[in-house]
């Protein structure tokens, strides 16, 4: 129902219900109403003391406000253009009660296709986007999450990964602030922060699976550049990296120390002695000190965050491919933003480029959330993986900030093919005239039918015609998206769901674990955090072959917890290698869940 209709209805109801109940409490009080008018004046006069005519007056009230509640909740589809006719074609807004039915009808359907292909299928409960359940069948379209700070991007992603925590699913988390590691994390999860004394070892050579690894690798490690004379240098930057990863490998020596002190410390000569009879010797002939120069600038900016990673046996390659490994959380914190950046590049584009050297394996659930997706850089696989990662069970979801950042980190090309990865939106308050205006581009247009009346005025007399206009018009204008308030927002799935605006409830999910714990480096003055008494930190999932002085300052045991709900249903949330046992009872998985779902 359009706006106007509901107000006209609310109107309606509003006036016919208390006369209804006026009328029947004076039949019931057997008060006469004529003759008339002298009667009825008379029976009005009496309402305030006729108990009955007065509790059916106020019965009648009382209908008509829950009908007007019901109208305006389940009625209004929210749409507030102008009224029309008929709706035609094109992007259509539609109550949001009545899109959940749709979206749970469909995975009615989804669940039983699942049972008719494997009988011990058991049905899927949804992704919740706040009330709003996903369809089953859409999860792999990847999902993008548009909002300006504070209108709700967090509280939406952490009602996502709640859900995928309650269906045992896996994920690959980007954190900033390690705030989703510590409403969500558990036994047998893995960190990966150079700077938390949690986190998992991991070299570069760990990746290593093949000889066509190296190129890919040094891909991950220097991405593309949206300007072409930058990008030729990474290039021929690239090329070096990997021919010196496949020396080293070969040579029997892949450490990543050796590495980086290769390539950033020594002078071109000792480079070009150890590149000999390799692809890259041309690079480093005489008389080429610029090009060694450019080339050693480029792997200053991108090797050289290797040296911050300790050395340890986590492989990204084998979490992808382990389908008991627990979750993986890459967080850092703001002030650790420019030293880690080319890692977590390098980290994602990894899982990526991995998840598509899987068989193709539709049944496994595999989960991407890119917290601040404008802000990792440009990355090599990340595309591919967005419009081929389904078959493999892949599903994204991104967030995104700023049109314009995306724009200049990608490209404005690269930027639209970007978006064309994604096919549900949630859309929250906007920023700015741009941002709103994509995000109403992306909302879509509509052709509905309206009834113009033209009047005309003349000597003769006037008179008037209706003429019938359809044009496109914008679904959602971009300042109804500025004006949004914070948790309120557009939700737009694949195929044919119409378009249904939300409101996303902010959910207190208690700490489980402290966000980062700072490694002790000798430099750090800040005080570490202090434990959870009662939850905790969740140890990482994945052994290290370390440095005495960060084995001390990691758990000594790691926790593997399996995935699988049928297999393992009872996983411990609270224990832990360290500290002492709490005491609280151990509490299962499902507990948990439960626990959450009758809090709130």
């Known amino acids: 129902m359009q706006r106007h209709e509901v107000e006209n209805a609310t109107m309606a109801f509003g006036v016919a219900l208390p006369m209804a109940g006026w009328w029947s409490g004076a039949y019931l ?63 259509r807004m539609a109550n949001w009660h009545a899109v959940r039915r749709q979206v749970l009808a469909a995975n009615r359907l989804e669940n039983n296709r699942r049972r008719k292909a494997n009988r011990e299928a058991k049905p899927l409960p949804p992704i919740m986007v706040g009330r709003m359940p996903m369809p089953l069948h859409l999860e792999n379209r ?130 070009r002695a150890f590149l000999a009879n390799t692809d890259s010797q041309g690079y480093f002939r005489e008389n080429a000190e610029k090009a060694i120069a450019s080339i050693q600038f480029m792997m200053n900016k991108y090797v050289r965050p290797l040296r911050f990673m300790t050395r340890g046996q986590f492989s990204l390659h084998k979490w992808v491919h382990d389908p008991k490994a627990g979750n993986l959380f890459i967080t850092w914190r703001e002030d650790m933003r420019a030293a880690q950046r080319p890692l977590v590049a390098t980290w994602i584009d990894t899982i990526c480029a991995t998840i598509l050297s899987n068989e193709p394996m539709t049944d496994t659930r595999l989960w991407l959330f890119l917290d601040e997706l404008e802000s990792l850089g440009k ?52 920023s700015n005239a741009l941002n709103a205006d994509k995000a109403s581009e992306i909302l879509g247009k509509q052709h509905v039918e309206r009834i113009n009346v033209t009047q005309t005025v003349g000597k003769g007399g006037g008179g008037s015609r209706q003429l019938v206009a359809s044009q496109p018009e914008p679904v959602v204008m971009d300042s ?19 378009i249904a605006k939300i409101h996303v409830a902010y959910r207190e999910y208690p700490r489980r674990a402290n966000p980062i714990e700072i490694l002790d480096d000798g430099l750090s003055n800040s005080k570490p955090e202090p434990d959870m008494s009662s939850t905790p930190s969740a140890p990482t999932g994945a052994d290290a072959t370390e440095p005495p002085r960060r084995r001390k300052a990691r758990t000594a045991a790691r926790s593997s917890r399996p995935r699988d709900a049928e297999s393992n249903p009872t996983l411990d949330l609270f224990s832990s290698a360290d500290g002492p046992e709490p005491s609280a ?11 959450e779902e009758t809090r709130t």
Request: net charge negative; glycine share 8%; proline share 6%.
């Open 29 to 91: 009080g057997n008060v006469p109403l004529s003759p008339f008018p002298r009667a009825l004046t008379e029976a009005l006069n009496l309402t305030p003391h006729h108990p009955i005519i007065m509790g059916g007056l106020l019965a009648g009230l009382a209908a008509a406000a829950g009908v007007a509640y019901l109208l305006h909740e389940y009625g209004d589809d929210k749409f507030r253009g102008a009224p029309y006719r008929r709706w035609m074609r094109g992007s």
């Open 142 to 271: 990847n999902t993008l999450i548009c909002a300006s700070v504070g209108a709700g991007k967090s509280v939406a992603m952490e009602a996502m990964i709640f859900s995928a925590v309650r269906r045992r699913d896996r994920m690959a988390v980007i954190d900033p602030n390690g705030t989703f590691f510590s409403k969500f994390s558990f036994p047998g999860d893995t960190i990966l922060n150079p700077f938390d004394k949690r986190s998992a070892g991991w070299t570069i050579f760990n990746e290593i699976q093949g000889v066509h690894d190296f190129s890919r690798m040094a891909k991950s490690v220097i991405p593309p550049q949206v300007d072409p004379n930058d990008e030729q240098w990474c290039a021929y930057t690239r090329d070096v990296l990997a021919d010196t990863m496949r020396k080293l490998h070969e040579t029997g020596n892949p450490d990543q120390e050796t590495l980086v002190n290769l390539l950033v410390r020594e002078d071109g000569d000792v480079i």
């Open 379 to 430: 990355l090599e696989s990340f595309v591919p993986a967005a419009t081929k990662g389904r078959k493999h069970g892949l599903r994204i979801v991104g967030s995104i900030q700023d049109w314009a950042q995306l724009d200049e980190t990608y490209g404005k090309d690269s930027a639209k093919t970007l978006l064309a990865c994604f096919r549900n939106y949630l859309i929250f308050g906007a």
């Open 480 to 498: 109804e998206i500025s004006n949004l308030k914070d948790l309120d927002g557009y939700v737009m799935f694949a195929e044919d769901f119409p």
């Open 585 to 595: 009872p151990p509490m299962d998985i499902s507990d948990w869940v439960a626990q």
